[in-house]
């Protein structure tokens, strides 16, 4: 054993000191710790006798840093977050794979077919997919990267717009084969399928019409359904007219799946985007792919300018 080791206090004494110095309280940190909060008190007075100089104030029902106590707490997140670092680092020499998250939408109607086309670039790393609507935090136990949907304020996590959320009425070629055109206004009359989002409210048909500027009183929601396969597969069947995302439907309005019945579209202000924690560094393969998804990502964008200021309604 190293003189050096020796020199060091017990690990049990550093992590009493480190729990009751990020709650300011014995008690909780004895919780955390599962000890006594005689047994976290007794640790921290050990090592203040070994480092030869006290680390808290202790007042009546509360306890002080002291100088001493910063320095020493700072140096000790310095260190945990070396060994967090250290650990990711080490697990990602072994593992190529890299796991995603996103919305179940996200996922079915996005991710999954630009992941088919990562794959047959870079067939010898393994891709994960979480698919859950509640949102997932990215990190070493679940997952290397998130797509999430919101504004991009976000804390602790780096994010990159992917896409705008632009909201456009769909419906199939037959729905409206042989009649005249649509106007806006008048899709309120229309049979309309509606997604009852856990995300967004804006996925109502009442919230459209309002952001167009458009009052209506009464419409005709035909389908009122919880997700968006669901929708995709009512609106494709020809019951009625959906609202679909941009991203998510360019593919559908490129082979001629669905069509626009009108022109008009709302811009929300939110967005989805690419995320990974700020905590550890990603691995080689998780850089790669976010690299290669943002350029996806990018030429999609394109093509959703293109395709959708230069259609015409039918």
């Known amino acids: ?169 769909v419906c199939s070629p037959a729905f409206i084969s042989g009649r005249s055109p649509l106007d806006t206004a008048g899709l309120a009359n229309e049979p309309l399928i509606e997604l009852d989002s856990s995300i967004t409210t804006n996925s109502t048909w009442r919230t459209w019409f309002r952001n167009r500027g458009i009052a209506q009183d009464s419409l005709n929601i035909a389908l009122q359904l919880t997700n968006h396969d669901l929708v995709h597969r009512a609106v494709c069947a020809g019951k009625g007219i959906a609202l679909g995302w941009s991203y998510g439907v360019l593919r559908d309005l490129r082979d001629g799946t669905l069509i626009r019945p009108v022109l008009d579209q709302v811009t929300t202000g939110n967005g989805e985007f690419l995320v990974h924690t700020n905590d550890s560094p990603l691995s080689e393969s998780a850089e790669l792919f976010k690299a290669w998804i943002l350029d996806y990502a990018a030429s999609e964008r394109l093509e959703i300018d293109t395709f959708l200021g230069g259609q015409h309604a039918v």
């Open 1 to 169: 054993m190293s003189s050096l080791h020796l020199r060091l206090p017990s690990l049990n004494t550093i992590a009493a000191f480190e729990a009751s110095a990020r709650h300011l309280s014995f008690t909780r940190a004895a919780e955390e710790l599962h000890l006594s909060q005689a047994a976290v008190s007794r640790q921290v007075q050990s090592l203040e006798a070994r480092l030869g100089t006290p680390l808290f104030v202790r007042r009546h029902k509360e306890i002080i840093l002291t100088p001493a106590g910063l320095e020493f707490q700072e140096a000790i997140a310095e260190g945990l977050l070396a060994l967090r670092s250290a650990i990711a680092r080490i697990r990602n020499l072994s593992d190529k794979s890299v796991t995603v998250s996103a919305s179940l939408a996200m996922s079915s109607f996005w991710l999954m077919p630009a992941i088919l086309d990562f794959q047959t670039a870079y067939p010898d790393i393994p891709i994960r997919v979480l698919a859950s609507d509640s949102v997932i935090e990215p990190g070493a136990a679940s997952g290397d990267l998130a797509i999430r949907y919101g504004n991009g304020a976000w804390e602790g996590v780096s994010a990159i717009k992917l896409f705008d959320e632009v909201i456009l009425p």
